[in-house]
């Protein structure tokens, strides 16, 4: 470990904000120190809960992760924020917008909020998001809120980076059933409709119960063959996935639906207690350890493949030759997957890390 990185581990042990803010700063824009800072982090995760916020863009995003922060913050928590903005694909530029929204949680010494710019990235998250959320955590933050850019059906990201993924709607975010993809039904863990005092809230709360109950083929599963129906809860499936929500008991979890007006600030004590219940559920269950276990091995394979691609494609003697197949691959004498192969087969030391 160079010098440098060595007197910002001693302020950051210290629990210096500068040096977790520098800290940062390398990890985000992969500087020289990043294996260094992350491979001293790595024994100390774990530690802190990662809740992910998604949703659409104006669904109030920004607004329910300032609430759950001031919440968390009078629990006695400290609070690790990364919001995530989009990026311009013409000037790679970005309005951090949301650190102008959480302006008033901004000026607490406990809470730490990182802008992000996604950088292409289509996920909804940045590409080193994970990283940053390490950082946090290895600075020792009780609570990690990762919101992302909020850009639709693509931010499946955050369901592979956070313990609980809390998505979040609003009555005039368009057609329900457009709004209920597969995607985001799987990937949340809590639902809120916030603006639930807009017409439409009702219907669109029944309407993702509804997709729940039906998701879990709760209309048909367990049904006594004869006597001892319960007709209603049969032909109800929304009504089933709202009960089996409010269970503390289940081996399965079915996440609830629950009412927010985040700018009066109303619903958070239902939105933190439902989070704190799907944690529970997840160490009960084992399901905390296997979360945690995969997103081990997803850093492995990211790492690996940054590796592989920047040894490949940052060495001049392989663009050279790849530059020069393309008359074959243009007149069709070869195709994409030969050259691929021959390029693999002929450059692999590089990809060993033997090349050089």
Request: proline content about 3%; charged content about 30%; aromatic content about 4%.
């Given at each position: 470990?160079?010098?440098?990185?060595e007197r910002l581990f001693?302020?950051?042990?210290a629990?210096r904000s500068f040096?977790?803010?520098?800290?940062?700063?390398?990890?985000e824009?992969?500087?020289?120190?990043i294996?260094?800072?992350?491979?001293?982090?790595?024994?100390?995760?774990?530690?802190a809960r990662?809740?992910g916020?998604?949703?659409?863009?104006?669904?109030?995003?920004?607004?329910?992760?300032?609430l759950?922060?001031?919440?968390y913050?009078e629990?006695?928590y400290?609070?690790?924020?990364?919001c995530v903005?989009p990026?311009?694909?013409?000037?790679?530029?970005?309005?951090l917008?949301?650190?102008?929204r959480m302006e008033?949680?901004s000026?607490?010494p406990?809470?730490?909020?990182?802008?992000m710019?996604?950088?292409?990235s289509?996920?909804?998250?940045?590409?080193?998001?994970?990283?940053v959320?390490?950082?946090?955590?290895?600075?020792?933050?009780d609570?990690?809120?990762i919101?992302?850019?909020?850009?639709?059906?693509?931010e499946?990201?955050?369901?592979r980076?956070?313990d609980?993924?809390l998505?979040?709607?609003?009555?005039?975010s368009?057609?329900?059933?457009q709004?209920?993809?597969?995607g985001?039904?799987?990937?949340?863990d809590v639902?809120?409709i916030?603006?639930?005092?807009?017409?439409?809230?009702d219907?669109?709360r029944?309407?993702?119960?509804?997709?729940?109950?039906?998701?879990?083929g709760?209309?048909?599963?367990?049904?006594?063959?004869?006597?001892g129906?319960?007709?209603?809860?049969?032909?109800?499936p929304?009504?089933v996935?709202?009960e089996?929500?409010q269970?503390?008991?289940?081996d399965?979890?079915?996440?609830?639906?629950l009412?927010?007006v985040?700018?009066k600030?109303?619903?958070?004590?239902e939105?933190?207690?439902s989070?704190?219940?799907?944690?529970a559920y997840?160490?009960r269950?084992?399901?905390?350890r296997?979360?945690?276990?995969?997103?081990?091995?997803e850093?492995?394979?990211?790492?690996a493949?940054?590796?592989?691609?920047?040894?490949?494609w940052?060495?001049?003697?392989?663009?050279q030759?790849?530059?020069?197949?393309?008359?074959?691959?243009?007149?069709?004498?070869v195709t994409p997957?030969?050259?691929?192969?021959?390029?693999?087969?002929?450059?692999?030391?590089l990809?060993k890390?033997?090349?050089?």
């Open positions: 470990m160079t010098g440098e990185i001693e302020a950051f042990d629990g040096a977790l803010a520098r800290a940062v700063s390398i990890v824009n992969q500087r020289p120190g294996d260094d800072i992350l491979g001293r982090l790595h024994p100390r995760l774990g530690r990662r809740v916020v998604t949703g659409p863009p104006g669904a109030g995003k920004s607004t329910i992760t300032t759950l922060t001031k919440a913050r629990a006695g400290t609070v690790g924020i990364v903005d990026t311009s694909p013409f000037t790679g530029g970005a309005l917008g949301d650190r102008v008033s949680v000026l607490d406990d809470v730490f909020i990182r802008s710019a996604t950088r292409g289509l996920g909804g998250l940045a590409a080193s998001t994970r990283e959320a390490d950082v946090l955590d290895g600075f020792g933050f609570r990690i809120i919101e992302t850019v909020g850009v639709g059906q693509s499946l990201d955050v369901a980076t956070a609980s993924t998505v979040v709607l609003v009555p005039e368009g057609d329900s059933i709004t209920l993809k597969a985001v039904m799987e990937i949340a639902f809120v916030n603006k639930s005092d807009r017409p439409g809230a219907r669109l029944n309407d993702v119960e509804l997709m729940l109950g039906l998701r879990k709760a209309g048909y599963s367990n049904v006594p063959a004869h006597h129906v319960d007709l209603k809860r049969i032909m109800n929304a009504r996935a709202r089996d929500a269970s503390n008991e289940s399965t979890w079915t996440p609830p639906v009412r927010a985040a700018v600030g109303e619903g958070t004590t939105i933190v207690d989070l704190d219940r799907h944690f997840l160490e269950t084992g399901g905390l296997a979360r945690r276990r995969e997103r081990i091995v850093r492995v394979v990211e790492v493949e940054r590796r592989m691609r920047k040894r490949l940052e060495d001049e003697k392989t663009m030759w790849l530059n020069g197949r393309v008359d074959e691959l243009e007149s069709g004498r997957y030969m050259v691929a192969d021959e390029l693999l087969s002929g450059f692999g030391d990809v890390g033997d090349g050089k």
